[in-house]
Structure formats: structure tokens, C-alpha cells
């Protein structure tokens, strides 16, 4: 079971559980806005997305302006997505960069 952040849901009561997949998708893009605004998520969180239980949920996502979703893709091993964001030039620029 996935540890849910309340900080995801600042508009709503923080879910129970995500058992539709309506849930996850809704959870997944939450994630992914958190995160490419610098809100990282546990090790636990990304170690359950990681599992094939949610390949669906993120396939079913599509946040294309997110670089956190594209991630998840490649960590699900699905197809690559067309990027429909931008990316700041300091951050290409950023030595760091290959080891995120």
C-alpha cells in the first residue's frame, strides 16, 4: 500500500487508499506537479510506483508537460511520450543533472 503525502491534497480529504483507477491517475498527477516543483516523495512512494500494479495508472496519466511523469514512464518501461514542456537552460546546464 502506498503512503499517501497530505500534502498532495490541499483541495480535499486526504484519501484512505487508491483502489480505482481513476484514484491513481489523480494521485500520479498530484505526484508528478509536487515533485517537478521540488517536492520529492519518500523513497517508499517511488519504490511502490515503481511495481507493475501501476503501469496502467501511469500509462493512463499522460501529464506530457511533467519531465517526474516522463521519468515514471521510463522507470515502468513504457513507451517514450512526446515532452510538451520546457526545461529552464540552468537545468540542462546542471553537472548534477546525470545522476538524477
Known amino acids: 500500500m502506498i503512503q499517501i503525502d497530505g500534502a498532495l491534497y490541499p483541495d480535499r480529504d486526504i484519501p484512505?487508499?487508491?483502489?480505482?483507477?481513476e484514484e491513481q491517475v489523480d494521485f500520479i498527477a498530484r505526484l508528478c506537479s509536487a515533485w517537478d516543483f521540488g517536492l520529492l516523495?519518500?523513497?517508499e512512494v517511488v519504490?511502490?510506483?515503481c511495481?507493475?500494479?501501476w503501469r496502467q495508472a501511469i500509462d493512463s496519466c499522460r501529464?506530457?508537460?511533467s519531465?517526474?511523469?516522463?521519468l515514471l514512464r521510463k522507470?515502468?518501461?513504457?513507451p517514450p511520450l512526446p515532452?510538451?514542456?520546457s526545461l529552464p537552460a540552468y537545468i540542462l546546464e546542471d553537472p548534477n543533472l546525470e545522476f538524477i
Open 67 to 70: 519531465p517526474t511523469y516522463h
Open 83 to 85: 515532452f510538451l514542456g
Open 41 to 43: 516523495p519518500e523513497v
Open 75 to 78: 522507470w515502468q518501461g513504457l
Open 47 to 49: 519504490q511502490e510506483l
Open 16 to 21: 484512505q487508499s487508491l483502489d480505482t483507477l
Open 51 to 53: 511495481k507493475p500494479e
Open 63 to 65: 501529464l506530457l508537460t
